[in-house]
Structure formats: C-alpha cells, structure tokens
C-alpha cells in the first residue's frame, strides 16, 4: 500500500521544528560520528536521501485515526458477527532505538450497525506504524482508534513482529517474534471470544 506523505516545513515551525538544512546536517554529523567522510561521491547527497526517506517513514505524525477511517457504512443487511482483517503487514521503527521493527497485524471488531471498509483498517495500521513506537503502545493505539471512531461492540488487536534491535544489536536474537494483543469491549469480557480471533489468525489451538 502507498503511504501518503505529508511534506515536513521547510522552515522551523511554532513548536520549534527544526529546518530540512537542520535536519540534513544532523545526519551529516551522525556520519562523521561514526567515522565517515561525508564529501565522497557515494555520501554526498545521502543527508537529503534520509530525510526525505523519513518524511515517508515517519508520515504517520501528520494524520489522525478520524482522517484515516474516513466514513462508515450503515447498510450491513443486519449482519453483527465478527469482522477480521488479518495478516496486515506493516513496518515501524523502535523509539528507544529508531532501529525497524517489521511484522503483521490482526485487527477484528464486532460491528453495531456501522461498518468500514476493510482497506481503511490496513491504513490505519500503517498510520501509526509510521511513528516511533513500542509495539505494546501501538497495539493499544489501534485498538483504541477503531473503539472510538467506529463505536463497535467489541476490538481485538495482536501484533506479531520481529524487532531489529534485538536481531541487529544486543542479544542478536536472530528470529525471534514478539506477540502483543488487546481487547475491547464485548471482546475484553469474553474468553470464549478471544480464543475464537486467536483460532481464526491460527494462533490458538
């Protein structure tokens, strides 16, 4: 799916945003910091390759969950069982490192009478995907957004996903996943619910 990208100011904003020529000489000083030169052939327009690359990957600051769900559709025939859209692939990156952490989402809800269309939930993962994260903030994030926007009986959110942190750098924990999920609702009150999305995303048994 195509993010769409909000263009960052080229000036420092109210809040005190700094300039695309700040930006671009931090990362010029992160490459002299790990002992690059960035005069060579190969390094001197990657200062404004890497911001430009963050104003896609960090896009997710200029959009809110009521803009990314957009409208909702009332004309559901009567249906009320669950809706799932599964295996939502998505990248984020780490805040306490800005290193990426890649993985899929399953976000289900049981409609009241509204419903969405299934490409908005796919957007609204990779909304907040395009943040500095925790992936246990960001499950909550999703969960909460649809909860509040749709006004559903009940959300269910689980994340599955590999950090790179960890594979990168430290315990270099090649392969490792880490699963988060979250309930709302109808959902939160009902195990027998819960085990229905974990069978249905082939996580339960």
Not at 47 to 52: D, I
Request: hydrophobic share 40%; glycine share 10%; aromatic share 6%.
């Amino acid at each position: 799916m195509e993010a769409v990208v909000k263009k960052f100011p080229e000036k420092p904003d109210e809040a005190g945003r700094p300039s695309r020529a700040e930006a671009e000489a931090a990362v010029e000083t992160l490459l002299r910091w790990i002992g690059e030169n960035p005069g060579r052939e190969g390094l001197k327009e990657t200062p404004k390759r890497v911001v430009k690359a963050y104003e896609e990957l960090f896009a997710g600051y200029g959009h809110g969950p009521g803009e990314v769900l957009g409208r909702v559709f009332e004309e559901v025939a009567g249906y009320n069982d669950i809706v799932l859209v599964k295996d939502i692939a998505f990248h984020t990156h780490c805040e306490h490192h800005m290193v990426p952490v890649i993985g899929k989402a399953h976000v289900a809800y049981l409609p009241d009478g509204r419903v969405l269309g299934l490409s908005k939930i796919a957007r609204l993962v990779d909304m907040f995907g395009r943040r500095l994260q925790t992936q246990e903030a960001m499950t909550a994030q999703i969960a909460d957004a649809l909860n509040d926007t749709l006004k559903p009986r009940g959300v269910a959110v689980i994340l599955e996903a590999e950090h790179l942190c960890m594979s990168m750098r430290g315990i270099r924990s090649h392969g490792s996943s880490t699963f988060t999920g979250t309930y709302r609702g109808s959902f939160a009150d009902d195990v027998a619910e819960q085990d229905r999305v974990l069978r249905l995303v082939g996580l339960g048994g």
